[in-house]
């Protein structure tokens, strides 16, 4: 009984996706960990919103609310945390900058991070130099332990740990609970760049200790640019300074008659203006299609993908794989080089034969997904070796 239930999920799960992806129709993509292509459920939502806006303006404009408040409960879920915490933002970026400039800083103080970091997650740093705060980025590559390589660099002066749950370049995974745990151990604050995890694997905010979060919506989580996830802890949520301010962040915020004002008291304070409505609607059915699959097969089919391309480049002497391969230390990225075709040559050849992936660090990063169709390896490979 059992077996057959697992092969009716099976066959049910393998129409679900040939129906919601039309694109492995059209290319191999390989390129999530970039942009990613929208399931057919989100086109169909924003189809659906551009035709009530032609037709109705907003005159539904309450239930847009009702499905901004669901997108909140629904993200909440992702991170095992309350919609309370959760607050819609424009990207990574601004989120980043949100806790970088809203954060308590003395003069002295340093921030730890890796040096494989995508600029949001380095620039924002910097840029508080001019405050006396020091970046101090720590290699991870080939470390056979970075929790403890960047842990070390950590001294009593070192008040927040910023870090990508996976390197966007390289693919490395890291143990967030245990830098965590570590971090609260020694009181510094923990912020994850969880935009390369998030959709495909968990992220528990609370049994990681993680105290700011944010992701984009348009890669791992199959949604429209414009739109991210912005964890606070709620013990954070006042102590960092508010430097953008509107109608939308305050706590009466639809008493658009009264003077006086004062933050909201939930997440919505660090929102100043009027929400994305269009990316709500179309990330809220993308998350609907990752809920229904579930976050667990999500990741096991993910690092099923991932292990199979990293045997098949091991296989082939003139490619040099770059990601780390050990279990527990990669997701969905896959970095590798052609030792005897030079890269941008070689991602020609890829683009040319309809395989859609990245440039990364002098290397091709490939970024399957969890229906990536597994006979799209032969084909893609087939280009990379010539």
């Known amino acids: 009984m059992d077996t057959t239930r697992a092969m009716t999920r099976a066959n049910y799960l393998d129409?679900?996706?040939?129906?919601?992806?039309?694109?492995?129709?059209?290319?191999?993509?390989?390129?999530?960990?970039?942009?990613?292509?929208?399931?057919?459920?989100?086109?169909?939502?924003?189809?659906?919103?551009?035709?009530?806006?032609?037709?109705?303006?907003?005159?539904?404009?309450?239930?847009?609310?009702?499905?901004?408040?669901?997108?909140?409960?629904?993200?909440?879920?992702?991170?095992?945390?309350?919609?309370?915490?959760?607050?819609?933002?424009?990207?990574?970026?601004?989120?980043?900058?949100?806790?970088?400039?809203?954060?308590?800083?003395?003069?002295?103080?340093?921030?730890?991070?890796?040096?494989?970091?995508?600029?949001?997650?380095?620039?924002?740093?910097?840029?508080?130099?001019?405050?006396?705060?020091t970046l101090r980025q720590v290699p991870l590559?080939?470390?056979?332990?970075?929790?403890?390589?960047?842990?070390?660099?950590?001294?009593?002066?070192?008040?927040?740990?910023?870090?990508?749950?996976?390197?966007?370049?390289?693919?490395?995974?890291?143990?967030?609970?245990?830098?965590?745990?570590?971090?609260?151990?020694?009181?510094?604050?923990?912020?994850?760049?969880?935009?390369?995890?998030?959709?495909?694997?968990?992220?528990?905010?609370?049994?990681?200790?993680?105290?700011?979060l944010m992701a984009d919506g348009h890669k791992w989580l199959l949604g429209p640019e414009g739109l991210a996830v912005f964890y606070c802890r709620g013990a954070w949520r006042e102590r960092l300074t508010l430097h953008q301010h509107g109608w939308h962040m305050v706590e009466d915020y639809l008493n658009y008659d009264r003077k006086d004002w004062t933050p909201a008291a939930t997440a919505r304070r660090f929102e100043c203006g009027s929400p994305n409505m269009l990316g709500i609607y179309a990330l809220g059915a993308s998350l609907s299609l990752l809920a229904e699959v579930g976050i667990a097969q999500i990741e096991s089919r993910v690092l099923q993908r991932s292990a199979l391309l990293f045997q098949a480049i091991r296989t082939h002497a003139d490619l040099e794989l770059v990601s780390a391969d050990r279990p527990g230390r990669y997701a969905g990225i896959v970095t590798f080089r052609h030792r005897r075709t030079p890269t941008p040559e070689l991602f020609q050849r890829l683009r040319t034969g309809g395989v859609i992936c990245a440039q990364r660090g002098g290397n091709i990063r490939f970024s399957p997904h969890f229906y990536t169709p597994l006979e799209q390896f032969d084909r893609a490979l087939d280009l990379v070796v010539g």
Not at 176 to 201: E, K, M, P, T
């Open 15 to 133: 129409a679900l996706l040939e129906h919601e992806f039309p694109v492995v129709r059209q290319s191999i993509y390989l390129n999530h960990a970039a942009v990613a292509p929208w399931p057919r459920r989100t086109a169909d939502a924003v189809a659906r919103f551009a035709d009530e806006n032609v037709a109705r303006g907003a005159a539904r404009y309450a239930e847009w609310t009702a499905a901004e408040q669901q997108l909140r409960r629904d993200l909440a879920a992702f991170l095992n945390t309350i919609p309370e915490d959760i607050a819609l933002l424009k990207n990574t970026s601004e989120a980043l900058s949100v806790v970088a400039h809203g954060f308590p800083w003395v003069a002295g103080d340093n921030v730890v991070s890796s040096d494989e970091e995508f600029p949001s997650n380095r620039i924002v740093w910097e840029s508080l130099r001019e405050r006396g705060v």
């Open 141 to 212: 590559a080939g470390a056979p332990d970075p929790e403890a390589v960047l842990l070390a660099a950590c001294d009593g002066r070192t008040r927040l740990l910023a870090i990508s749950s996976v390197q966007y370049a390289s693919g490395l995974r890291l143990d967030l609970a245990r830098l965590g745990a570590a971090c609260q151990a020694r009181g510094i604050a923990f912020c994850v760049d969880a935009i390369q995890g998030l959709g495909v694997f968990a992220h528990d905010v609370g049994a990681c200790h993680i105290d700011f």
